[in-house]
């Protein structure tokens, strides 16, 4: 696993995972599979790269996002406020442990921050 602040998951939302599935897969040869390690939810699958992982999610607008692993959600939460970003989807743990949160920075481009189950 990558580093604390280092770029380490994706994920792309899509109303239509099969299709995002098929152009990833012929583009760069990935690889889409449900891993109850990551999610418990049927509507989201990981995306293995050959280098790295992400998730498709099964949502109602299409979106792609990258995710920084960090030591603390809350703590990176209030520091995207404090320099001018905005909580987005405010700190969540999933089925799994997996403690995260969406984010906007100052520009408005959508990112997320997570930590993995302790």
């Given at each position: 696993?990558?580093?604390?602040?280092?770029?380490?998951?994706?994920?792309?939302?899509?109303?239509?995972?099969?299709?995002?599935?098929?152009?990833?897969g012929e583009v760069f040869g990935w690889t889409?599979?449900?891993?109850?390690?990551?999610?418990?939810?049927?509507?989201?699958?990981?995306?293995?790269?050959?280098?790295?992982?992400?998730?498709?999610?099964?949502?109602?607008?299409?979106?792609?996002?990258?995710?920084?692993?960090?030591?603390?959600?809350?703590?990176?939460?209030?520091?995207?406020?404090?320099?001018?970003?905005?909580?987005?989807?405010?700190?969540?743990?999933?089925?799994?442990?997996?403690?995260?949160?969406?984010?906007?920075?100052?520009?408005?481009?959508?990112?997320?921050?997570?930590?993995?189950?302790?």
């Amino acid at each position: 696993m990558p580093g604390f602040n280092d770029v380490a998951w994706f994920e792309i939302g899509t109303p239509d995972p099969a299709a995002a599935e098929r152009f990833y897969g012929e583009v760069f040869g990935w690889t889409v599979a449900q891993d109850e390690t990551a999610s418990t939810d049927s509507a989201y699958r990981v995306i293995n790269t050959g280098g790295s992982r992400g998730g498709l999610a099964t949502v109602a607008e299409d979106y792609a996002v990258f995710t920084v692993l960090v030591e603390d959600v809350d703590a990176t939460c209030r520091r995207v406020e404090e320099a001018g970003g905005q909580v987005q989807r405010p700190p969540t743990v999933n089925p799994v442990g997996v403690k995260f949160a969406h984010l906007l920075d100052p520009a408005g481009n959508h990112f997320s921050v997570f930590t993995p189950p302790r």
